[in-house]
């Protein structure tokens, strides 16, 4: 086949799936196309390749699944050119995101009343590399460090925020595990609006604390600031600009278990880059007794379920000590970070506790088996890391490991 220019390519697809009616509309994506040609070759082959072969399927006389299949992948393609293009059109609608986002935090800082951070009920990793750093960036650029703050958040976290003890509000002291669940699972665990649970844990602090006037500082601000990262839209420097990251220290926590001198921490759950197959179950069991073969382990595993990552569970074995009898919801973030703080490693799925041990000084070793993560989360936390002086996190493919094996045991010349 004669390659074509991807306008060209574009517009035959458009024709024999949409018809005549949205040529205006292609004429303008023919002008971003070409736009995007003279400003990056190498997005704009990729694009024509994609459409090329789109072309090509069109060609043989879909059938009218293929046509709506088909359809869909117009639209997907649409967006493609969108989301690399980020400098036509699309850089003043993020700076006016931004300008919001700050005339926002202004209202805020600017108010008189005490200041609730939060809720947070999002995952460990985003509330790590995201969330709280961003939080550190409005404290220091809004000089928060006199007013009155609470921090909402779950599992015991009040040593993540620098917070005391009576500047912290736990959820489940105020909302069930089930109550919990079901809220993240509605909201699909990302907070970009302020939702009903919400409201309604800003409501019982409000009331239990008897406070007026609050203004919140939700983490809608920060998937806002940084949602152009995440879609490719900005590079590292979006998140760079609006974080302050800072080391974590071990909680002092009451109920923390007997700990042999020596040991490596491990936290294996189920996730979409680690599943629940037979396979991942047995290279999970693998390494513990590998592990312990060698030293103490001390598993993580909590033995409830908050979210909708189910932990591995392992066999009694020698040497493997289980700390699932001194956790409940509302502490067990809270023991297991003072766990992972003391270790000499930390071993599991690839996931956030992959980042809260380097930021409390140990080193990870994070497994998966389908990279169905995003990269962005892994730069960011290396960078992260790096600034900070931090422990290192190493990420792992199962499937490498018999070959990195082979090359641990070769013979030193």
């Not at 909402?152 to 489940?172: K, L, M, P, Q």
């Not at 009903?196 to 009331?207: F, G, I, K, P, R």
Request: aromatic share 8%.
């Amino acid at each position: 086949m004669t390659r074509t220019s991807p306008p060209s390519l574009w517009r035959r697809l458009v024709r024999r799936l949409a018809g005549h009616d949205t040529r205006e509309r292609l004429d303008a994506l023919d002008q971003r196309v070409s736009s995007a040609q003279r400003s990056s070759s190498t997005q704009v082959a990729d694009l024509g390749s994609r459409i090329s072969t789109l072309t090509e399927v069109v060609q043989q006389q879909p059938t009218a699944k293929d046509v709506r299949e088909l359809r869909q992948a117009v639209r997907q393609v649409a967006v493609t050119v969108d989301r690399s293009l980020p400098r036509i059109g699309g850089s003043s609608g993020t700076q006016a995101d931004e300008r919001r986002v700050r005339k926002q935090i202004d209202r805020i800082a600017s108010s008189r009343g005490p200041i609730l951070i939060g809720p947070w009920s999002g995952e460990v990793g985003f509330e790590l590399l995201y969330w709280i750093p961003f939080v550190e960036w409005v404290r220091s650029q809004w000089d928060l460090t006199s007013r009155r703050q609470i921090v909402i958040s779950r599992g015991g976290v009040a040593s993540w925020y620098g917070a005391a003890h009576e500047d912290y509000e736990e959820i489940f002291s105020r909302s069930s595990p089930e109550e919990f669940r079901a809220a993240i699972a509605e909201e699909k665990r990302k907070q970009r609006r302020s939702h009903d649970y919400d409201a309604t844990l800003v409501d019982h602090v409000t009331a239990a604390h008897g406070l007026q006037d609050v203004s919140v500082l939700h983490p809608g601000l920060m998937y806002r600031l940084f949602e152009p990262y995440w879609s490719d839209e900005a590079g590292y420097a979006r998140i760079d600009q609006f974080t302050r990251y800072r080391k974590l220290t071990g909680p002092v926590v009451d109920t923390l278990p007997d700990l042999p001198h020596d040991y490596i921490a491990v936290r294996f759950y189920f996730s979409e880059c680690f599943p629940d197959t037979p396979e991942n179950r047995g290279f999970a069991r693998a390494a513990v007794e590998a592990l312990s073969a060698r030293t103490h382990v001390v598993l993580l595993n909590p033995g409830f379920q908050v979210d909708d990552h189910a932990d591995w569970v392992s066999h009694v074995e020698p040497r493997v000590t289980t700390i699932a009898d001194r956790l409940t919801p509302a502490t067990n973030l809270a023991v297991q970070t003072a766990v992972i703080a003391r270790a000499r490693a930390l071993v599991g799925s690839y996931g956030g506790y992959s980042y809260l041990a380097p930021m409390a000084g140990v080193p990870a070793f994070g497994f998966y088996s389908r990279p169905t993560f995003k990269l962005h989360h892994l730069h960011a936390a290396q960078r992260a890391f790096e600034r900070l002086g931090a422990a290192q996190l190493t990420c792992v493919d199962t499937s490498q490991m018999p070959m990195l094996q082979s090359v641990l045991n070769a013979p030193v010349v």
